[in-house]
């Protein structure tokens, strides 16, 4: 089920009306509710993968059980390692398998061996690298003694299906979500108004921004060798917002969903094209991934702590593997790889958490000029990555950024539709500019104190979504593929 379909339109209220008015009063009901109304949510797109889901959830509770009553660190660890190797090896089946074996025959026929393997008809399942994430951190949280097991069989089927986070995030941990579901929650008119309005700016940032920035994107990527450099600046640039305007976007609304229903989920984005270096974009972008590689794979590996070298192997390590996570495609390896050679620099001087806290200092001007220099750089280093993350080959990325900066003359691009250019680059200006208005608060997008001001956001909002939409684009969110 989509965020921006008449189907969610018609669930929300139905699950909300029986949440808060029907079994109010009862915390179980609450949370079976949530269990339910999670397993419809996603069963809406596919019943039969909500066998994987329950499975995982049966298995990670029961280890969590498990870990709870024993002290024996042999066993801890044996409960631990199951875990992990029941949940990646679900994620690795579905998403990697047939990688794997079309690699394995590449590398033979590189060294003029020909083998045959098969591949396998496989449907991936939606959210499966999401959920399989959530789980692991609450057995890995549960096996290091952070965390409390619980024995509400209920309240953990929910943590690990709760549908608005459930397919794309934010990665919950049980230690911000779980603890909340147990506890007897109680409606609160303001953060209902503010979800309602992190929702409102979700839709926006989908139906306008990502949407109606497809078609011309797909059409630049997909016609690239044909299409001069400015054109394909023009379809990077687009991707970069394409993508930040769907996954952002989805990310708010699930945050403002969670609002609703009494539940808190974390930031997951936070203006990351006004970062001044790589570090700090990755401070601001996909936060709820970014930190669960840096507590649970980073931190584990050793940090920054040891010598240069290993310093240098766990920042290889955390990008390559988050590139990974993406998809099983050798691009989001080598965007992975990329990310990690921009922010080596960075963490070999020391700087790469320079920009780690937000100060509202009043800046001088060659101050102001220094910081968007350093914001320009960083966006065009991030928008060639993004070259290589839509790309479909790695070949491919290298040809389309060679282009970019030899093939200058050309015909003038039309929009596949038909429709002006140029509405499209004011609106980015215009979404731009209200980013930065809003940018020390992503939590509320529409937090004006003043109420005409917030009517007219309210209304100019609505106005541009219906003057924007497109019945004809695919309007299912990108991050539902990995």
Known sequence: MLFNSIDFAIFLPIVFFLYWVVVNKNLQLQNFLLLVASYVFYGWWDWRFLSLIAFSTLVDYSLGVLLGKEEKESKRKVYLWTSIIVNLGFLGFFKYYNFFVESFVDAFTFFGQEIEIGTL??????????????????????????????????????????????????????????PQILKKRSFNYCEAKDGLRLMLWGLFKKVVIADSLSPI??????????????????????????????????SDIAIGTAKLFGIELMSNFKFPYFSKNIGEFWRRWHISLSTWFRDYLYIPLGGSRGSKMVGIRNVFAIFLVSGFWHGANWTFIF????????????????????????????????????????????????????????????TDSFIYLKRIGSSFSGIPYIHPNGYRLVDYIVLLVFFIVYEYIIRNNERKPIGFKN????????????????????????????????
């Open 121 to 178: 008809n496989i449907i991936l399942p939606v959210g499966i690298s999401f959920y399989t994430f959530q789980t692991l951190s609450y057995t890995i949280d549960v096996y290091k003694r952070n965390l409390e097991p619980t024995k509400n069989f209920i309240a953990f089927g929910a943590f690990v299906s709760f549908f608005p986070q459930l397919v794309a995030g934010p990665i919950e941990r049980a230690s911000n979500l779980l």
């Open 217 to 250: 994107v797909n059409d630049i990527f997909s016609n690239y060798s044909t299409l001069s450099s400015p054109v394909l600046i023009m379809g990077a640039i687009f991707f970069a917002f394409q993508i930040y305007g769907d996954f952002s976007g989805y």
């Open 335 to 394: 965007w992975g790889l990329f990310h990690a050679l921009l922010f080596l620099p960075s963490f070999l001087i020391g700087t790469n958490r320079k920009y780690a806290e937000v100060k509202n200092t009043r800046l001088n001007v060659l101050a102001m000029i220094s910081n968007v220099y350093r914001t320009l750089l960083t966006f065009i280093l991030v928008t060639i990555g993004w070259v290589f993350f839509r790309s479909e080959t790695i």
């Open 451 to 482: 109420r005409y001001v917030r009517l007219f956001v309210y209304v100019l909002l609505v106005f541009l979504m219906l003057l924007f939409y497109d019945d004809g684009v695919d309007r299912s969110f990108i991050y539902f593929q990995f």
